[in-house]
């Protein structure tokens, strides 16, 4: 079958890994989680192959009637009106990554740095690049034999594609450069050498071909968006072990009220709710001890529900992404036969979609760490203070809520729009650019945040439980008490809590929560 295709390896075993096959056309952001994180393997489709080749034979072609190609045999940028001879096009393209191999700070991690490996390969593989396919391949035998490049988090403006991030890349593909391999930090000649693959020497419009794009943009869009499709879920999973924890009024999630209201994220928040606490001997009805919740419990679904269409949006400008062909120019080899520049290459859909992601998950943030604030103090929950069983001597999970405070604040500076900003380059050719990898790094650390706020709410409901009555948990959130049970305990007296706290968050960021809590109630809307 054609297509992005998964299937077990040919040959089995312990160390049997998933295949995926790679068109250029069919890639899921499930199948980038699965290359970046569980280290499935990757290969070209007949189709990709065929494709790299047929726009391949058309470049050469071009090259040898003497035609004037953008990037082939001109500068680049500023730079495009200068002509280049024919015997000076592979040192045009090894000056190239020379020249934009500039980044800045720390390494991307290596999950991320896979992510962009993979999803160069895929935009190769639509066949719009003029790229050899053994060129190609090398970069598949990185990703497989596991040689990762050292690529710096900074130094893109998103435009122009991430020109600098993926210049690191290319650099080790050339033998040169930095890399880990085999758990070590080493050149990227040791590395290349140790691997067994053979290092390349760039061939017309290669250079170009791997480095404009929104590759690097794009693996750490396409994880964000993996994780916050569990973070959305997890979020309503936390909120209603608090409501229970706090005795919550479930009138407030009657369909009635959200049909006269009728948005898809809010009902469906509604609706998890209710399936949630079903059963629930603690939730009260109106009236029954007060007659509404404050906010942070009565509108969650409002809250939470607003912050779902925006993730919807963002999903679907990732999924075209990852499956667009982002080089310039590009060669079209059906027809007569063209090569057309545009500027594909420009993040500004990414860049938006990233911000707005940062936006909606920054929400769900702040409105845990006010259910915390409800949890925690005695004059709101009506439990001991801080959910300290003998307090004074112990400070329970007063400091717990200082560090959701302290992320939720931050995330409120990170928060702030990457892509209304744009400063000219190239001597001002590139006059627009769109800041689309900040965009995206800010939103993938957002989502890091909230994964500990929800943490920490999560274990401050699971003692406000266990302080109350455990056992009248409901249905969902009963399930979500004993998957952090499993691994963190009541705390009867003060204890090192980090510890917990990052075994929470790992549950949380792993699914493993929402899978537990998923096994009881069903898959959550």
Known sequence: MEGLQSKAAAEGGAGMKKIIEIDGNSLTI??????????????????????????????????????????????????????????????LQRNLIYADAVGIGRPFDTEVVRAIMLLRINALAKGFSGIRLETVQTLIDM???????????????????????????VLVMMGEGE?????????????????????????????LALINGTCAMMGVAALAVFDAATLIKTADIVSAMTLEALEGIVDAFDPRIHLARPHKGQTAVARNLLRLCEGSGLTTRQGEK???????????PQIHGASRPAFDYVREVIETEINAATDNPLIFPDGEGDVLSGGNFHGQPVAIAMDTLGIAVSELGNVSERRIERLVNPALSGLPAFLA????????????????????????????????????????????????????????????????????????????????DCGKLGKGSKQAYLALREAVSFMEKDRVLYQDTDMA??????????RAVEKAVGELD
């Not at 990703?143 to 890349?169: Q, T, W």
């Open 30 to 91: 499930d199948n980038v989680a699965e290359v970046a994180r569980s280290g499935a393997v990757v290969q070209l489709s007949e189709t990709g192959k065929c494709n790299i080749g047929k726009s391949r034979r058309l470049l050469e072609k071009m090259i040898e009637e003497g035609r004037i190609i953008y990037g082939i045999n001109t500068g680049f940028g500023k730079f495009s009106d200068v002509a280049i001879s024919k015997d000076e096009i592979e040192e």
């Open 143 to 169: 990703l497989n034999k596991g040689v990762h490049p050292i690529i710096r988090e900074k130094g893109s403006v998103g435009s122009s594609g991430d020109l600098c991030p993926l210049a690191h890349m």
């Open 179 to 207: 890399a880990a391999f085999a758990g070590r930090l080493m050149s990227g000649e040791a590395a290349m050498k140790e691997a067994g693959i053979p290092p390349i020497v760039l061939k017309a419009k290669e250079g």
């Open 290 to 300: 007060r007659v509404q919740d404050a906010y942070t419990l009565r509108c969650i």
């Open 389 to 468: 069983p003998k307090g004074g001597l112990n400070c329970g999970f007063m400091v717990s809520q200082y560090a959701a405070a302290a992320v939720v604040s931050e995330n409120k500076v990170l928060a702030h729009p990457a892509s209304v900003d744009s400063i000219p380059t190239s001597a001002n050719q590139e006059d627009h650019v769109s800041m689309g990898t900040i965009a995206a790094r800010k939103a993938r650390e957002i989502i890091r945040h909230v994964q500990y706020v929800l943490g920490i709410e999560w274990m401050c409901a699971a003692q406000a439980a266990d302080l109350k």
């Open 505 to 514: 968050v790992q549950l949380i960021a792993e699914g493993k929560l929402l």
